[in-house]
């Protein structure tokens, strides 16, 4: 059953519905002959691979579907390693949806969400780190996420985690160094030198941790929910940042009574902004409903745009709003909105242990500020766009129990425990690192002993 | 003439010897034949049991019932626990031993078991039916019947001698090699390799000037391997150290022409770890000197072994060499060191029982499997032994873990990754060393040759049992008492560790660096009353697990971590061929060797991660 899956001929659109012209592509070793069946042009089977034919396909009743563009690849040349067919018509959905449902009668099975990539992985084209990395590639819809998945799929994680890798072999062997061959004539390097070199591997793979944060956000988008109490502006700034009038306002208190959401975009970030019913009493039960899905979505962001009316509010009050919606590891910034109606100056807020921006909604004043302030949160400068950025979270708890294994290394060597018992520490973190840029052997290890020590009686 | 055997051993070395003794251990009937009864349980090399990683596994033999243990605790003439400092995974016994009082008490031993019988013959080839071994042929065209037959034939195989340009045949020095074996062997499908070792020119003790060397003398309170009442070592007689220089090295290179290594002439593959003296200053010509160990040879002789200084240039340039090492000035030579050729078969070939998966009943150990060392050799003679007996009796192989015993971690790396080189055993290869400790070994491994029937295991049990409610019972008394800090502070300070601010738990006392029982006993009189029920064995044992409990129970977790792959079962008949997203080698690979489980088959050299992923897929995981 199971060899039937992963050997029969599938079928899926490749491009989004909507465009002016729609992909379609089919992957398996009778793909090839089964386009011929319908395919009125030349003969496709006796085509060379990477070469690209015009023609009609016509339905069973040959009638013409579609005039098209049909891309031969001929196995192992082609992304599934399996003989592949890619057809270019026009991006009408019907037309995509009857030529599928052809194949599909000639016994073609549609491809499951991610099956050509899983099929790759099967077919060895690509690792487990790069096939991960095609799956953030379909699903990454701004630029920054697709130079972060295009930089994994050429190996940029990998030969970034090669170069932290060997410094552990190195480390690894001079500790089982000194453990095996204690009864040879070689020098063992010294405590000092092996803290030095944790510390050094250490701060690698801080560096690749703390891209995690930055590589997160632009492959999945950061939840930022803007909040306050009703008619302090909140659907008003919605609208001035994204520069559309997206929310209704009125100077109803309480007008927005489900959460809106749409996305904001600070140079290649992408912020999911959540605009909110205020939070006050509920006057009615449809707004107690939405005043629970505020709390909720309040839960569910890293960033909290506070949005008080500095006509309305004392500090005590602000004060008191924040305690109630801080949450763990949020990150909160503060709008003190309607400043066009007041006069009211920034030394005011100097208590607050927030970061504050007075703004005019209304008056788009400071939305800049804002926005830099909001990509402030993700990026602080210290990573550069060529840098390898960690945006998948299995190689991010990767790097965290390595570096977790390296700390208790330390911990070991200060608390003055034998060496088979830190050998034991730096093992975990090779196997951790293992788990990205594969095994480190027993035998690599020995070998590179061999190789540097004059070992043997 | 002969009855059938259920085994025949064919070679009595130290793989032989364990192999005879494990399957008459368990009742089989045994026949041990061997060229020469006068070389059983040879050291041809050096004359030492034991060493880092090596004591480990003699002491695990001991636990399941061999002899390596016991016979090298009645012949010692010197033992020593190695690498004290570095951490009890890696404290190791090593014992130089009396090399012709260890032949002799193995021989002694071996005949003193009413299960094993003997025969002085060559054996010629194995008599097969039916893709099933039958009993074995000998050079006299002899046909002994037997159910299974354990070829530990090591270095004899077509063996060849080099000594500079002289070459000949020979199973090691003074020794006819085997023939016609190998050949069959071929015949029948498998596939043979060569492989090289080397050993060290023996010199006459008379001749050295021992004041000009470091005595390496033997511990003061010496230990032992077996964990049945042998006798305490007397009477140690030290090792010395000397080393080579330039001198040394110049002449050696003299005799670089006439080299049979230089010169290709041996074409057998050595062990990077054991290089011979002219491998080392040629390989690290960096290095000015060399150490030696001079070690004695037994009690009732003169005779000494140059360990360090294994060579196969000609005699004369060994015999000058050696002359320039500082002590040795007027050394006279017993016998010069050669270099031997030897056929192996790649241990893939093997199943994890030791039997060979071209002939049924047929199986290998030793250097046959590619190894090298007495323990190593002993150590797969027992098992093969124990599993020849099993298939008679139609029982489950012994199977030991690589969380189990370094014995397991052994044939499981060399049936499933082969061998390029003398496979010898090292600490890292084991990835739970933690645990296979020297101290535990007797807790490890006796309840399993204990529930396996291995003759005379209840008073081993009884003192397994005893020594784990020993060390539940000290671990009891540190958890439950308190120590005052006047009682305590003053060998605390003493060690350099922070003085008790109030009263302490002593096992968290124990915990800290460089504090161990017995500095707490000494100063705690009531502690020390208590533990005076105790055997020392049950105290270091108990003080292990006690002051590293955390480091065992993470290595444990660890284990349970990685038998979740060992747990993942694929039958025999999963057809590999059919999965075209593996690769090539590891389609291949897998498809010979037959993994028990996912974690065996991803430990067979030439299947990637991706490979096990895939695996993963295939069966639904």
């Known amino acids: ?457 | 003439m002969f009855p059938e055997y259920d085994v025949i051993v064919v070679g009595a070395g130290h793989a032989g010897s364990e192999a005879a003794v494990a399957a008459a251990n368990l009742g089989s009937k045994v026949l041990l034949v061997t060229m020469n009864m006068d070389t059983i349980a040879q050291m041809s090399c050096n004359p030492a049991m034991g060493g880092v990683a090596k004591g480990q596994i003699v002491r695990e033999i001991d636990a399941l019932g061999g002899y390596s243990g016991i016979v090298t605790d009645h012949t010692m003439i010197q033992f020593r626990m190695l690498n004290l400092s570095k951490g009890p995974a890696m404290w190791s016994p090593r014992a130089q031993s009396d090399r012709m009082a260890f032949a002799a008490k193995w021989r002694q031993m071996l005949e003193n078991h009413s299960n094993i019988d003997f025969w002085q013959e060559m054996v010629t080839g194995i008599v097969v039916k039916n893709k099933r071994v039958v009993g074995v042929r000998t050079a006299l065209g002899l046909e002994i019947p037997s159910k299974t037959v354990i070829l530990t034939n090591g270095t004899f195989l077509n063996g060849i001698i080099h000594i500079g340009e002289k070459q000949f045949g020979g199973g090691r020095a003074g020794a006819r090699a085997a023939t016609g074996i190998t050949e069959q062997l071929l015949e029948l499908g498998f596939e043979s390799g060569r492989m090289k070792t080397g050993t060290p020119p023996r010199v006459d003790g008379r001749s050295l000037d021992w004041d000009k060397m470091e005595t390496q003398p033997g511990d003061e309170n010496p230990g032992k391997f077996s964990f049945t009442d042998t006798p305490k070592l007397e009477k140690q007689i030290p090792c010395h150290i000397a080393y080579t220089n330039l001198d040394v090295h110049d002449t050696l290179k003299t005799g670089f022409d006439r080299s049979p290594m230089f010169a290709g002439r041996i074409q057998g593959i050595g062990p990077r770890y054991c290089p011979s003296i002219e491998d080392k200053i040629e390989r690290f010509s960096e290095k000015d000197r060399h150490q030696l160990f001079v070690e004695p040879e037994g009690r009732n002789t003169n005779e000494i072994y140059v360990n360090g200084f294994s060579s196969s240039l000609p005699e004369d340039v060994q015999f000058k060499a050696l002359r320039k090492i500082i002590g040795f000035e007027n050394a006279k030579m017993f016998r010069p060191g050669y270099a031997i050729e030897y056929d192996f078969f790649q241990p893939t070939q093997l199943t994890l029982s030791l039997e060979t998966r071209l002939i049924e009943n047929l199986f290998f150990a030793g250097q046959i499997n590619g190894t090298t060392g007495y323990e190593e050799a002993a150590g797969q003679g027992m098992i093969a032994g124990m599993n020849a007996h099993f298939k008679i009796k139609e029982e489950q192989p012994l199977i030991l873990k690589r969380s189990e015993a370094y014995i397991g971690v052994l044939i499981d790396d060399l049936i499933n990754k082969g061998t390029d080189e003398p496979y010898r055993m090292f600490t890292s290869r084991a990835e739970h060393r933690i645990l296979l400790r020297q101290d535990n070994a007797d807790l490890r491994l006796t309840p399993i040759a204990h529930k396996l029937g291995v003759m005379n295991m209840d008073e081993r049990l009884a003192r397994v049992e005893k020594k784990l409610i020993g060390i539940k019972s000290i671990g009891a008394y540190l958890e439950k008492y308190s120590v005052l800090p006047d009682d305590i502070n003053p060998y605390l300070l003493e060690n350099n560790s922070a003085p008790l601010k109030q009263k302490g738990k002593l096992i968290k006392v124990l915990a800290r660096p460089h504090l161990g029982i017995d500095g707490l006993r000494e100063n705690l009189p009531e502690f020390d009353q208590f533990l005076n029920d105790f055997d020392s064995e049950i105290i270091n044992s108990a003080e292990i697990h006690l002051k590293y409990a955390g480091y065992i129970n993470k290595e444990k977790e660890m284990v349970s971590k990685m038998n979740r792959l060992e747990d993942v079962i694929l039958s025999d008949d999963f057809d590999y061929s059919q999965i075209k997203s593996l690769s090539l080698e590891a389609r291949e690979k897998l498809e010979t060797l037959k993994p028990k489980s996912i974690g065996q088959a991803s430990r067979i050299s030439g299947v990637s991660p991706s490979d096990i992923s895939v695996l993963l897929v295939y069966i639904g995981r």
């Open chain 1, 1 to 457: 059953m199971l060899q039937d899956r992963t050997s029969d001929t599938i079928i899926a659109p490749t491009t989004p519905s909507g465009g002016a012209i729609g992909v379609i592509r089919l992957s398996g070793n009778d793909s090839i002959n089964i386009v011929n069946q319908v395919f009125h042009g030349k003969d496709l089977s006796t085509q060379s691979s990477h070469t690209v034919h015009f023609g009609t396909i016509r339905s069973d009743k040959n009638q013409i579907i579609d005039e098209v563009l049909v891309s031969i690849f001929i196995a192992p040349h082609s992304y599934t390693k399996e003989n592949v067919v890619e057809i270019s018509c026009h991006g009408s959905d019907y037309i995509i949806q009857t030529l599928i449902q052809l194949f599909v009668k000639k016994g073609v099975r549609m491809a499951e969400p991610g099956e050509f990539t899983m099929r790759a992985y099967l077919n060895g084209q690509m690792d487990l780190a790069q096939a991960e990395a095609v799956a953030d590639l379909i699903a990454a819809d701004s630029k920054n996420a697709h130079d972060i998945a295009m930089n994994h799929l050429r190996g940029g994680i990998s030969n970034d985690l090669q170069g932290l890798r060997q410094k552990l072999v190195d480390f690894a062997s001079l500790i089982e160094l000194e453990l095996d061959f204690g009864e040879e004539d070689v020098s063992f390097a010294n405590r000092d030198e092996l803290r030095k070199l944790v510390a050094q591997i250490q701060k690698m793979i801080r560096q690749l941790m703390d891209s995690f944060k930055y590589g997160n956000a632009i492959k999945n988008g950061i939840n930022t929910v803007i909040a306050g109490r009703p008619n302090a502006g909140k659907s008003t700034l919605l609208n001035a940042l994204l520069n559309e009038e997206r929310a209704i306002v009125s100077s109803i208190a309480g007008t927005t009574r489900d959460t809106i959401e749409e996305i904001l975009n600070i140079k290649g970030i992408q912020f999911r902004l959540i605009d909110t019913a205020g939070i006050r009493e509920a006057q009615d039960q449809i707004e107690a409903i939405g005043v629970e899905k505020t709390m909720e979505k309040i839960n569910q962001s890293a960033i909290l745009l506070y949005v008080f009316d500095v006509n309305e509010l004392s500090i005590d009050d602000v004060k008191s709003d924040l305690n109630n919606l801080q949450r763990d590891g949020m990150t909160i910034l503060v709008i003190a909105n309607k400043i066009d109606k007041s006069n009211i100056s920034e030394s005011v807020f100097n208590e607050l242990e927030y970061q504050i921006i007075l703004t005019s909604a209304t008056d788009k004043t400071n939305l800049e500020t804002i926005k830099s302030k909001l990509f402030s949160f993700i990026n602080d400068g210290q990573i550069q766009s060529d840098q390898t950025i960690i945006s998948n979270i299995r190689h991010q708890e990767a790097l965290q129990n390595a570096h977790q294994s390296l700390t208790d290394v330390i911990l070991g060597m200060d608390n003055e425990v034998s060496s088979d018992f830190i050998a034991m520490d730096i093992r975990q973190s090779l196997y951790h690192l293992g788990t990205i840029t594969g095994d480190v052997s027993v035998d690599e290890i020995l070998g590179n002993i061999f190789g540097k020590f004059c070992i043997g009686k």
